[in-house]
């Protein structure tokens, strides 16, 4: 197999920007979902706005503006279908906010906490208006959400411990392996440091399950990582236990963990031409998903498609290697049975 495509989203919900190449650290590609929108209610509570429960998350484009200097930039453009003639303005802010300039908040997703940062009112304001919801924006900076269950972390030596982990590490290497697994991090991506997602399931989706003249793409599946599955049969990566990906040239493997599979919502049904949820036959993709891919014994009402996983980054790689579209990617390990979604509440 080989990569086909590299993706990262900057802003959680929002659309995503493709890489030739990237960087694969303990928390997945550099500045994937480090910001996220929330909308603020009456009682001034937060709740997530993704694409599933506000679909014009799909009229902003996100594109980063390299510099010559530390302070990359993130340029978001949004345009609007429902203008009588074509619109779009741009709102640019820093990839890498300076922490200093912004006061905490703490903030939940999935019932995972994270100590975060509270974006300018004025940038929260821009979202807002175009959404039609007040907005908090936020970044997360420093921050880090834990992954919660059991079955979905990695081993400890696929996410390096944070300062004050290490005697629970050392205990956890030299314990059986019924202990519990230790603590594992992500930023705002949903349950995997990594999504990777497989071309051959794509096409059994729009080959058996859609019309010719409506497929789906597999943007609408917001993947990290896509591989072609070449030799593999569609749904094979429900298996998928370990994937080996490039080579580095000095007998290191480059790892990727799959620790379990990611379950579909509304998104998948959304028109992105439109902002809104899609009529006719794209308007039924999750439901012909649902007819016979809800093979999670742990989430049995929701459809499979794609795998979550963890890079394995050991010591002395300079935190992460690199990968790139293109490069092959070996299955080095299958799992006997499906893995089982624990997330409690999720």
Partial sequence: MK?????????????????????????????????????????????????????????????IIPS?????QLAITFRDPDSPAPSEDTLTIPLTPALPDLSPITVSLHGSPAAAYRMPDAHATWFGARLGVPVVFVYLGDGRREVLGSTLRPPAAATPAPRGWLSSVTSYLGGSAEEEKPPAYLTFTDAGALLVTSEVSL???????????????????????????????AWA???????????????RRNK???????????????????GKMATGELGTVLKKLARDRRVDPGHRWSPVF?????????????????????????????????????????
Avoid at 36 to 57: G, N, V, W, Y
Avoid at 68 to 72: A, E, G, R
Avoid at 244 to 251: A, K, L, R, S, W
């Fill in 237 to 251: 990566e429900d298996f998928w236990g370990e994937l080996e990906v490039g080579g580095t040239g000095d007998g």
């Fill in 256 to 274: 990727v963990l799959l620790t379990g599979n990611c379950v579909r919502c509304m998104s998948l049904n959304v028109d992105y031409e439109t």
């Fill in 3 to 63: 990569i086909t495509s590299l993706h990262v989203y900057p802003i959680k919900g929002l659309r995503g920007i493709s890489l030739p190449s990237t960087l694969l650290t303990p928390l997945g590609i550099p500045h994937d979902r480090t910001f996220m929108l929330f909308e603020l209610k009456p009682d001034a509570t937060l709740t997530k706005i993704q694409i599933d429960s506000h679909p014009r998350c799909a009229r902003f484009w996100q594109e």
């Fill in 68 to 72: 010559d200097s530390d302070s990359d």
């Fill in 203 to 233: 096409h059994e989706i729009n080959t058996t399950r859609l019309p010719a003249d409506s497929p789906t793409g597999m943007f609408k599946f917001r993947p990290n990582v896509v591989v072609d599955g070449e030799g593999e049969e």
């Fill in 306 to 346: 794609g795998r979550y996983g963890f890079p394995v980054v050991g010591e002395g790689e300079g935190g992460g290697f690199v990968v790139g579209v293109g490069d092959e990617v070996m299955v080095t390990r299958r799992n006997e049975e499906r893995t089982r979604w624990d997330w409690p509440g999720m």
